[in-house]
């Protein structure tokens, strides 16, 4: 853990080093998880010449991605502490911390293109900033990471609510698995880091994950099926420390938060249903994968949602249920 911190307050002090050779004004180090392939680092990259153009180089946006300074449960803290101005936290990864942030992960409530655009900006997302703020971090865009999903299997292809009876299947999050529960299937918690084994050995027979990380962990070599659809939506919000962003002039915050708005405006996902070249890279890999129909989607829909909602109003209560409202209205 030493060593850890050690190496983490050189790479700080390496970047204000950094800061000072380009005379910038203000520094803006930035952490995130995502490797440079992933599309939400690339548009971190380019926030950061936005920024850089827009301010006329008065603030160098550093840029620490793949974890290298922080691990994803440690952004909060180190946002909120200081020990850093800015990071990329996932929605889903609030947790117990802000229960109401599980709220794009019921299925089918915000995935479609219209909902996404319609709750960036509105009266349910000023509530969750809101929230974001009283745990010591401010929100400054809402980037759409995904909004699909796909159900792999070894054995059959899970369908229909039959389908998933007595299905070993490696689940999400505590919330999300009660829809899986419903659907009569057996779902088995574990890191993702650790999903290809399990299925590779047979410890779970399906795995759930983005399309498009289905392809990168190559999960077609140990899953024979696969069903997507436009389920969920993953939202990764850039927060900043409210004293470092408070302390910047008023031009400079709106500099920024034009760039922002911008990655925010291209992360917003256009296209109805899912990804078909995504999928494709999984056929070609041998993978028989399908797209649901609405007309599949609706009975999956109908016992996983009221199992998923009542667990999402355990935590939150009468402000989660006028939040599904809010949204059910966009």
């Known amino acids: 853990m030493l060593k850890s911190l050690k190496l983490t307050a050189a790479a700080l002090a390496l970047g204000m080093t950094s800061s000072m050779a380009w005379a910038a004004d203000y520094t803006m180090r930035l952490s995130h998880q995502f490797p440079p392939t992933h599309p939400t680092a690339q548009a971190m990259e380019q926030f ?35 020990q850093i101005e800015s990071a990329i936290i996932l929605s889903m990864q609030w947790g117990s911390t802000i229960p109401e942030m599980s709220l794009s992960m019921i299925p ?3 995935s479609s293109p219209a909902k996404q655009e319609a709750f960036i900006g509105s ?19 809402w980037l759409v990471d995904t909004n699909d999903l796909i159900v792999t299997s070894s054995n059959h292809l899970l369908d229909t609510p039959e389908s998933y009876k007595d299905v ?54 140990v899953q024979k099926y696969g069903a997507a659809s436009a389920i969920v939506v993953v939202f990764d919000n850039l927060v900043v420390n409210p004293k470092w962003w408070d302390g910047l002039p008023q031009d400079i915050q709106q500099a920024i938060q034009g760039a922002v708005d911008k990655a925010v405006d291209n992360s917003i996902i256009r296209y109805e249903g899912v ?26 829909k ?4 009221p ?4 667990e999402f109003l355990k935590g939150t209560g009468k402000d989660g249920q006028a939040l599904i409202d809010m949204v059910e209205a966009l």
Request: avoid cysteine.
């Open 307 to 310: 199992a998923i909602i009542a």
């Open 275 to 300: 990804n078909e070249k995504d999928m494709q890279h999984l056929a070609e890999n041998g993978m028989e994968v399908v797209a649901l129909t609405p007309e599949q989607i609706e009975p999956i």
């Open 48 to 82: 950061a010449k936005d920024v850089d153009a827009a301010t006329d180089g008065k603030v160098e946006v550093q840029v620490y991605g793949a974890a290298q300074l922080f691990k994803p449960n440690q952004h909060h803290s180190a946002v909120a502490g200081g």
């Open 168 to 221: 070993k299947i490696r689940g999400l999050n505590k919330q999300f698995d009660q829809g899986l529960i419903a659907l009569g299937a057996v779902p088995v918690t574990m890191p993702g880091s650790e999903a290809y084994q399990a299925l590779q050995t047979g410890i779970v027979d399906a795995g759930i994950t983005a399309i498009q990380a289905a392809y990168s962990r190559k999960y077609y070599e």
């Open 108 to 110: 089918y409530l915000m």
């Open 302 to 305: 109908a016992i996983m949602q």
């Open 123 to 141: 009266e349910a997302a000023k509530i969750l900033d809101k929230k974001m703020e009283q745990k010591g971090v401010k929100n400054i865009g």
